[in-house]
Nanobody, 118 residues
């Protein structure tokens, strides 16, 4: 079994910082890319940041404030200068191949709440 285990999140005042971490655990052969998505109430899930072979992609709304990094099977999201509109459930995402599967498959974490108060 492969799981994405998220840590971090919580409540912070506007202008503050939080760090999210996600570890891909289990029998994994190869990870193609990892990233973070978020979903606010009433909104669709949206891409926040993605890292693939060292290249990064960010949503326009977080550029210059958020930084994604990866170390082996772990991906981190450093969030600075947080705004109330960053409030959402944040989900870790990975496209990887488990040892017991032939093909790559997308996996999701359970989600972690980030709340930014004004």
């Amino acid at each position: 079994q492969v799981q994405l285990v998220e840590t971090g999140g919580g409540l912070v005042q506007a202008g503050g910082s939080l760090r999210l971490s996600c570890a891909a655990v289990g029998s994994i052969t190869n990870i193609d890319n990892m990233g973070w998505y978020r979903q606010a109430p009433g909104n669709q899930r949206e891409l926040v940041a993605l890292i693939h072979s060292g290249s990064t992609t960010y949503a326009d709304s977080v550029k210059g404030r958020f930084t994604i990094s990866r170390d082996k099977n772990m991906v981190n999201l450093q969030m600075n200068s947080l705004k109330p509109e960053d409030t959402a459930v944040y989900y870790c995402n990975a496209f990887l191949r488990a040892t017991y599967l032939m093909a790559f498959k997308e996996y999701w974490g359970q989600g972690t709440q980030v709340t930014v108060s004004s």
